[in-house]
């Protein structure tokens, strides 16, 4: 049976709601001739219309309704956005979408890492598509890529700059040489961190998208409480100074690696070569390096979020879900699961790290801080000691190592912190190379 | 009705096709469990088994075949790998292929550039798939990004090195100070360039494949002759030399732009700044930059052939083709036409130029030179002159210009080409912003 119309039903107008709202009314035409049949905005649902916001006085009025049962009984309406955002909320609104025999299609991030495993089952036993390409990195395919394209690869890593704003953070700390906190505050006059940016600077936001992506990529469940995180607001412009002289960058990196069925997976400031890719993805751009046993090395970049590159995921996830329905497709909702899989510690990890101490200046002070570090067997790359301050007769020490393990790493540093010629540990930020 | 599994034939047996057999076996199961039932290598069609080469002899010999009849009549093939190369025999047995009714899959980007739309509506016509990840960027996701996760947006540029032998020669010259000869000569050592380099070095490699994207992206047939088209051989360690003290890296670029319904492809080198992310694609690695309206910037980058990532990209194709023939779907195969798009004619291109001239050393040169630039309406930039031969009296000018039209250069050129103080035009490069 050839279908007259698909119709599309929208659950929240904010930011992703009124871009998705505005370029299915706009790109109506070509996108049903894309899908060979006319895709129709039948409804959108929200807690109260803001008659005063003017993206709502640019919609049909009859187009809103406030009415749930109006909403998921709607006959008309094939294929549900979720954009309301937040966690339990739309979590309750997906369950219902996808229970009423929908395709659906989110872009929520928090709902899809903490609930993903659990809403691909209920989109499977309802036999209806789930589609999340927005979640991540914006309109940077990434979800299709794991999900298809990459799909003859044993994911061996994956190392990616996923949020934006600590990323025009850092880019302005390294550029510009200021502050964390006026760096922060540039990124929220400019609308690019929030009043309450937590979720950004402590990078919750970053362990979201990696969750998804992990469990993706290595087809076991990565939960965001499986990742260990650290945030950007201890990194001080010495860092940066010191960085660059070192040959690298600073970056915010979501890193996930497979060897075997051991999982390592963190969310923290790393040292990357400066002259990698990723060191020169600046300002709010994302970018996802993943590594495959066939493909070799492939890179995303783009805008990783954003009224228009969210929309653009977004409107591909409903005309895939489109054709689809059109062509009687069932399912293809899936996170592939397989045994075995574990998260390795943090305490287990192996990497390089960039110490910065303040010392007192007397003779021997290397000595005992080498001692401590061969006594758990970390090896000292490089160390540069910086001018003496000749009032306090305080030293600042930067140390590079050579790849160690993490539990002996922080055994050393706690030995450090008891030496009496260490006055301060103030810095400590892993390395990738 | 249930499917017992999913038979694969495959036509060829060389770099591609050797790789893709080997992972149908090696990850068989894996494959296997991702469709939903098995996967199986059934038939491999050769001119010849040669049975001196290792990867023949670690298959099993029953699976070869030379007869074309038994091969095509095979009832437990349901899809056919074409991994010939070239391109007339392969497109014959493209042709065949689809007309018996298989999905069928190529990585040939000789025979889609010149044949895709004839094939894609033959396939169309029996209901099968076409598909041709891997005929552009190796294993690098590009032709479905273009065809699905990008298809909300108006795409208006591309910008590409889709040629890894030209870019790995570019950066050696750039890296070492090295001639196009030597660089080349390095390329063929190492099996990135073949024994007869014409194709990679003189951009017909490149062509082929920005025809593909650029048909995909506007909706149009954009033939290889419609591709204006320069190879690197002509540049030389002087314009290295003087792209770096100008803030340039200079690389083989593949371009294609869209505004309104004209459209400007073109292949040829390209002054491009120093910091942007293309600059530092180097080696055999690809890369390709697109602009769409919605998703903003978005690159894509990655190894650019060989056997591995060539063969990661088929078999999600093969992947994808099985779960379309499970799910009963018919034909995806697409190259939607919107009519009235026209390629614009070169010499209607507008850029900017970088010029290197020999000319004689006295005074007024300059001047003359200015002139002519004045006379066409093209405005000069910035003017190098470097040191003066004083043997022969004749100094070297490096003159960059504002953006102009390529007509007007043309013309600039012929009189400069005219001044008796202009002993020689040595080269002249244009310059991407």
Request: with cysteine; charged share 25%; hydrophobic share 45%.
């Amino acid at each position: 049976m050839k279908r007259q119309s698909i119709g599309v039903g929208l659950m929240g107008f904010g930011v992703v709601g009124g871009g998705v709202a505005r370029v299915l009314i706009d790109k109506g035409p070509a996108l049903s001739e894309e899908i060979g049949c006319p895709l129709i905005l039948r409804k959108v649902k929200v807690l109260a219309p803001d008659l005063t916001k003017p993206q709502t006085q640019e919609m049909d009025s009859r187009l809103f309704t406030t009415d749930d049962n109006e909403f998921f009984t709607d006959p008309e309406i094939d294929i549900i956005v979720e954009a309301i955002g937040g966690e339990s909320l739309a979590l309750q609104y997906l369950e219902r979408a996808i229970s009423s025999g929908r395709h659906v299609v989110t872009s929520n991030k928090e709902v899809i890492a903490k609930h993903g495993a659990e809403l691909i089952a209920l989109a499977l036993k309802h036999k209806v598509g789930l589609r999340y390409e927005g979640s991540v990195g914006g309109g940077i395919p990434l979800i299709a890529p794991f999900h298809d394209d990459l799909v003859a690869n044993k994911i061996n890593g994956i190392y990616a700059i996923i949020n934006g704003t600590t990323n025009y953070i850092l880019t302005r700390m390294a550029r510009e040489g200021i502050d964390f906190s006026i760096a922060l505050k540039r990124a929220q006059e400019l609308g690019y961190a929030e009043a309450n940016p937590e979720n950004d600077i402590e990078g919750i936001d970053a362990v979201y998208k990696l969750a998804i992506l992990a469990s993706l990529a290595f087809h076991t469940e990565v939960r965001p409480e499986d990742i260990y995180r650290e945030g950007i607001s201890r990194l001080d412009t010495r860092d940066f100074h010191y960085a660059r002289e070192l040959g690298y960058a600073i970056k915010l990196l979501a890193i996930a690696k497979q060897s075997n069925n051991s999982i390592e997976v963190r969310v923290h400031p790393v040292f990357i070569p400066e002259d990698s890719l990723l060191a020169k993805v600046d300002d709010v751009y994302n970018a996802v390096l993943v590594e495959g046993d066939l493909v070799g090395k492939v890179l995303f970049f783009g805008e990783g979020a954003g009224s228009l590159p969210t929309t653009s995921a977004v409107i591909a996830d409903i005309v895939s879900a489109a054709k689809d329905i059109i062509l009687g497709a069932g399912s293809r909702a899936k996170w592939k699961l397989e045994p075995g899989k574990v998260i390795r510690p943090m305490s287990q990890i192996e990497t390089r790290y960039y110490l910065r101490l303040n010392v007192t200046d007397c003779p021997g002070v290397l000595a005992q801080i080498s001692k401590v570090f061969g006594d758990h067997l970390v090896s000292i790359s490089s160390v540069i000691q910086k001018l003496t301050d000749s009032i306090t007769q305080m030293a600042e020490i930067v140390i590079m190592t050579h790849p160690a393990k993490e539990a002996a790493m922080q055994q050393a540093l706690e030995e450090l912190a008891h030496l009496t010629v260490v006055k301060e540990i103030n810095n400590f930020v892993r390395v990738e190379a």
